[in-house]
């Protein structure tokens, strides 16, 4: 199915991009869900807007200090941090001992992409993803903002430049292996565009099991099940 552009008009007037990554996000899990084995289930993680108070911990910290006999010196220096403010992603989960996250599929959000910090934010969680062994994927459908992800991705990870695509849209996948007693990632990149489909991409959960994601069949059924018009405008 061919790709909208659900960030400019006409569609991005007459319906909210946050609400269909929601969905898509929903539906793609849904979509792992059938393909994984026993022990592995795959779930939606959709935050938009994230907040943390920070003043409601500054105010409960002289009362946990009174619980404690030793007097907290005070910090050698504070900085400032930025905090990813949207989270829109697929985890996947391994049950062995627990649920240990195997796998993780990013939407990204037009705030992803806004300010350099926020995209530092992304980029550093996808390294740590992939330096812990989890098979990832990056999928951007994001016209409004230009930024590429994944070529930042890489340069955190290899300090140069990976192979680069001229499509501002992109869908990405990461297999972190270790070949010769040298860790590396596999990296397969797919160019996309509005007006055309969206593809597959295969996502390496730790563990060696590979699952064939469908983009197309899923973006395609969450245009259906949220009543979006499948022509391009």
């Not at 996808?126 to 991705?153: F, H, N, S």
Request: hydrophobic residues 40%.
């Amino acid at each position: 199915m061919a790709l909208r552009d659900h960030f400019r008009p006409p569609l991005a007037l007459r319906r909210h991009w946050h609400a269909f990554h929601n969905a898509w996000c929903t539906y793609l899990s849904s979509h792992l869900n059938d393909l994984l084995p026993s022990g592995y289930f795959a779930e939606p993680n959709v935050q938009f807007g994230i907040e943390v108070d920070v003043a409601a911990f500054e105010e409960n910290a002289p009362e946990l200090q009174l619980a404690s006999s030793w007097n907290v010196p005070p910090p050698t220096q504070t900085v400032p941090i930025t905090l990813a403010s949207d989270v829109v992603e697929v985890q996947i989960y391994g049950r062995d001992g627990g649920p240990t996250l195997a796998g993780a599929i990013e939407l990204v959000s037009p705030a992803n992409k806004d300010r350099p910090e926020s995209r530092d934010a992304l980029v550093t969680k996808c390294a740590a993803y992939l330096q812990a062994g989890i098979g990832l994927a990056i999928v951007d459908v994001v016209t409004d903002r230009r930024a590429r992800l994944d070529e930042e991705l890489l340069v955190r990870l290899h300090e140069a430049p990976g192979v680069h695509l001229t499509a501002d849209l992109y869908a990405a996948a990461f297999r972190p292996v270790e070949r010769d007693e040298q860790p590396s990632v596999d990296i397969w990149q797919l160019p996309l565009s509005v007006g055309r489909p969206l593809g597959t991409l295969p996502l390496w959960l730790r563990g060696g099991i590979c699952l064939r994601v469908d983009l197309d069949a899923t973006y395609e059924r969450t245009c259906r099940e949220q009543r979006i018009e499948t022509s391009v405008a």
